[in-house]
Structures are given as structure tokens and as C-alpha cells.
């Protein structure tokens, strides 16, 4: 899914973007997949350490970024999910997604919520107001649930 959003951002208008974010060794556009990654694990107020496992194997399966690099990637993604004064830093840029891209990413944030095998009421909420930010439908939204639940 990452992947996905750095090829959209490769081609997306700068003017589009408010804001841009950095990590050494991430792409702009693949750090801010992860801040949003991270905003759902920081939903119910902790990063567990499931959730925190999640997000490396992530930047290691998906950009080969491992060790400290990874680790700092992880910790200025949450740094600017504290510091966000809202989600719209972060969504703006990804309404001009194709639809499809928009549900898989949904399917991607779902999948962040489930790791630690709890989901929190929190991070359900959180996910409703990224699927309405992005305009995904109630009946994708659900569907992306159950694609990740299995149930």
C-alpha cells in the first residue's frame, strides 16, 4: 500500500500538498502513509509494541528500512501525529486517489488497528473520520473491516 501512495504522489501536484513531512530514508510521500499508519495506532492513546512491530515489518517488507532508521522513521511519525493540529495535514493529499486506492488504503489502516488483536473504540472512530475525510462510502468501509476481521 505504500508503495501505492508514493507512486500517486510521484505524479500528484505540489501545489496539492500542504504539507510535507520527512524521514530520513522514506520517501515524503511513504512517511506520510506511515504518519497516517501511525495516527491509528496512537488512537487509543498507546503504541503497543504489536502495533509498534507492525509498522517496522512494514518499512522493512516495503522500503527495506530496518534498524535505527527504521526506529526513527517510527518515532517523528509519531512525533507528527502529537503535533498534528488536525487530520487534514495529513488526508488532503490523498483525496485525489483513485477510489480503489482509498479503500485499499482503508483496508491497510484496519489492518494497523487489528494487530494487536483489540480493537479500541478510539481507533474505530478514528478510522470512521479517515474514511469520511477520504469519502469512502459506509458500505466500503465496512466491507474493508471485514476484509481484515475475516468476520
Given at each position: 500500500m505504500l508503495k501505492a501512495l508514493q507512486s500517486f504522489f510521484n505524479v500528484?501536484?505540489?501545489a496539492?500538498?500542504?504539507k510535507q513531512y520527512h524521514a530520513e530514508g522514506l520517501s515524503d510521500e511513504a512517511f506520510l502513509s506511515l504518519i497516517l499508519m501511525t495516527e491509528i495506532?496512537?488512537?487509543d492513546g498507546v503504541l503497543s509494541n504489536e502495533e509498534r512491530e507492525y509498522l517496522l515489518a512494514d518499512l522493512k517488507n516495503e522500503y527495506q528500512l530496518e534498524g535505527s532508521a527504521a526506529e526513527s522513521a517510527v518515532e517523528k511519525a509519531?512525533?507528527?501525529v502529537k503535533e498534528a493540529a488536525s487530520l487534514h495535514d495529513f488526508t488532503?493529499?490523498?483525496k485525489a486517489l483513485?477510489?480503489?486506492e482509498k479503500v485499499q488504503l482503508l483496508?491497510?489502516?484496519w489492518a494497523v488497528a487489528y494487530t494487536d488483536n483489540e480493537l479500541d473504540p478510539h481507533e474505530e472512530a478514528m478510522l470512521r473520520k479517515l474514511a469520511d475525510l477520504l469519502y469512502i462510502s459506509h458500505a466500503d468501509y465496512i466491507k474493508a473491516k471485514l476484509s481484515?476481521?475475516?468476520h
Amino acid at each position: 500500500m505504500l508503495k501505492a501512495l508514493q507512486s500517486f504522489f510521484n505524479v500528484a501536484p505540489a501545489a496539492e500538498q500542504t504539507k510535507q513531512y520527512h524521514a530520513e530514508g522514506l520517501s515524503d510521500e511513504a512517511f506520510l502513509s506511515l504518519i497516517l499508519m501511525t495516527e491509528i495506532s496512537l488512537a487509543d492513546g498507546v503504541l503497543s509494541n504489536e502495533e509498534r512491530e507492525y509498522l517496522l515489518a512494514d518499512l522493512k517488507n516495503e522500503y527495506q528500512l530496518e534498524g535505527s532508521a527504521a526506529e526513527s522513521a517510527v518515532e517523528k511519525a509519531v512525533e507528527a501525529v502529537k503535533e498534528a493540529a488536525s487530520l487534514h495535514d495529513f488526508t488532503a493529499p490523498l483525496k485525489a486517489l483513485e477510489y480503489s486506492e482509498k479503500v485499499q488504503l482503508l483496508e491497510s489502516l484496519w489492518a494497523v488497528a487489528y494487530t494487536d488483536n483489540e480493537l479500541d473504540p478510539h481507533e474505530e472512530a478514528m478510522l470512521r473520520k479517515l474514511a469520511d475525510l477520504l469519502y469512502i462510502s459506509h458500505a466500503d468501509y465496512i466491507k474493508a473491516k471485514l476484509s481484515v476481521t475475516g468476520h
